[in-house]
């Protein structure tokens, strides 16, 4: 297209990329050098580069637009060099969030999100309403925002400006170099939230640079994680930097506490649910329920004509013969979303009375039970399968040796 | 030590006269100094070596009292305008050097390197993000260069210009105060007027200085 919108997403390869400062730049506090780094994005996914400070991933970052020019090696977007590229028309074509947002105290919010379509020669009126159409795409009012300056804002508004004003000229990359990192937690997880929920709209490819491994999990469809002096130290999904984590490094880096990261990573729609024991409200206990209980889980599930969950009957009430009507009931709780979290669903599990969350769809129809011995169950079974019978334990114990 | 208010009036042509003569030396140094010191900041913003260079020569005429300068170019210029401007001129070039240099230093890195990443080409960036962010402390530095011309016109009476100087001087040799005070006067409205004339300027130029959360 003549005024360089593509609208779709790149890949991006990394070959064997290697940069060098001098030591005169190294004497300035430059950050670290990137040694023979290698990776390939597919388009569409976002790929979060983590690792210590110094380690080298803003460096790799910016070799993407070019503000830092590699040593060695080649950055390929979409098979095409970079570096065989005019660096601001490249620039043009990328997406680039930073920290502290880098909008223009001068310009309002307006311009500011204009900013590439101007430099691409939009004219003014389909500037303003792409302007108006991305702010109210990351959730804040033109009529409000449009005219203010970014001090009128607050940090997580202005984040949502950087991201807005990046996304302008509708880049098939984009580049976030800790963009969700000068906000308070609670607001960074909305943001995070918010922001996957865009991807799922926009699917651009993003790469993604991050000190903080709880951020690159829940982001990164990939992840590159990098050792000091720039080393790739493991490329993979976040699953299996969590389960088979590649070097003492790697499992340091990602911490003790990485068997309950990788719940996160899955959902309550991965589990297999435990089917439970129903019954209607108006009908009459019998033997064979009291059996069914006694062989798996003992409370008894009422549900409604439309399969909605009414009750739970513990096995001792489930007297045969006897209306269920009229035994002593619990609140048909905790109810479970299918999306929810793996995570968050044991936190829920654990605080319950009765430890099965009933998974339901939109319309309330019981869809099974999650237990915590399924969610025990599915992370044994997404170890990696190696051979030895305590993957998961040893893989928790930085002192195991790991399999060959 | 009376005040003649009856020469005030008989005189209200020759005051004018020599104010606008006063406000037009002050403006064209003042103008003529920002000219060459934009030129001289910019480069040594692009290259960090001419700034000790640049600062220092501009340090060192500005030591020179000025007296002694006039004295220095009359042989060369004559008793003429461009002797006055080029005393006048020179006097400016520190604090407008400084306050570009400084001005542009005071831009948010972020704001650089944001630019930069989107694809500003080094002179977009410079005339669209790094100069308008510059304003409010160039701005600063133009006031404080031009109040201080304000009082260098008067020394320039000495070589026969002066505006309000010419005033005063006038006054000294008649023993005739009015005249003196008329100058001290003029010269302080001016300087004051053209104080408040530069802030209203930056305030209109930066209307996002003032911009706070609400």
Known sequence: MPDGATGRAATVE??????????????????GAVNDLSFAVPAGKICVLVGPSGCGKTTSLKMVNRLIEPTSGRILLDGIDAAGRDP?????????VIQQTGLFPHQAIEENVATVPRLLGWPAARRRERAEELLAL???????????????????????????????????????????????????????????????????????????????????DL??????????????????????????????????????KRLSLSRVADLDLLAPVTARPGEQATEEQRRALAASFPWLLLVDDLDRPVAWVARQHVRPGAPLAEAPSTPAEPLLDRRATLKDALSILLGADVHAGIVVDRSRRVLGLATVAGIAALLRESAPRDGSPGALAAAEDPTAEGPP | ???????????????????????????????????????????????????????????????????ALFAVLVPFTGLTVLTAEIGLVTYTLLILVRGVVSGLDGVPRDAVE??????????????????PLAVPVIVTAIRLATVTTVGLVMVTALIGEGGLGQLMLRGFNRSFPTMIYV????SVVLAVGLDLFLVGCQRFLTPWARARAT
Request: hydrophobic content about 45%.
């Open chain 1, 14 to 31: 990394f070959e064997h990329v290697t940069k060098h400062y001098d030591r005169r730049e190294l004497k300035r506090g430059a950050p």
């Open chain 1, 88 to 96: 601001t028309e490249l620039r043009r074509g990328i997406g680039y």
């Open chain 1, 138 to 220: 990351v959730g804040l009012d033109p009529a409000t925002y449009a005219g203010r300056f970014p001090a009128q804002l607050s940090g997580g508004e202005r984040q949502r400006v950087g991201v807005a004003r990046a996304l302008a000229a509708d880049p098939p990359i984009m580049l976030m170099d800790e963009p969700f990192g000068a906000v308070d937690p609670i607001v960074r997880e909305r943001l995070q939230d918010e922001f996957l929920r865009l991807q799922e709209t926009i699917a651009k490819t993003i790469l993604f640079v991050t000190h903080d491994i709880d951020e690159a999990i829940k982001m990164g």
């Open chain 1, 223 to 260: 992840v590159v994680v990098l050792a000091d002096g720039g080393v790739l130290a493991q490329f993979g999904p976040p699953a299996e930097i969590l389960t088979s984590p590649a070097s003492d490094f790697v499992a340091r880096f990602v911490g003790a506490d990485r068997g309950l």
């Open chain 2, 1 to 67: 030590m009376t005040i003649s208010w009856e020469w005030i009036a008989d005189n209200l042509d020759e005051i004018g006269a020599a104010t606008l003569e006063h406000l037009q030396l002050t403006l064209i140094a003042v103008g003529v100094g920002f000219a060459i010191s934009l030129l001289l900041g910019l480069a040594a913003y692009r290259w960090r070596g001419l700034y000790g260079p640049i600062a220092g020569v501009a340090g060192l005429l500005y030591t020179i009292p000025s007296l």
């Open chain 2, 114 to 131: 944001a630019a930069t990443g989107m694809g500003y080409t080094a002179r977009q960036r410079l005339a669209r993000v790094e100069l």
């Open chain 2, 183 to 186: 100058g001290v006067v003029m």
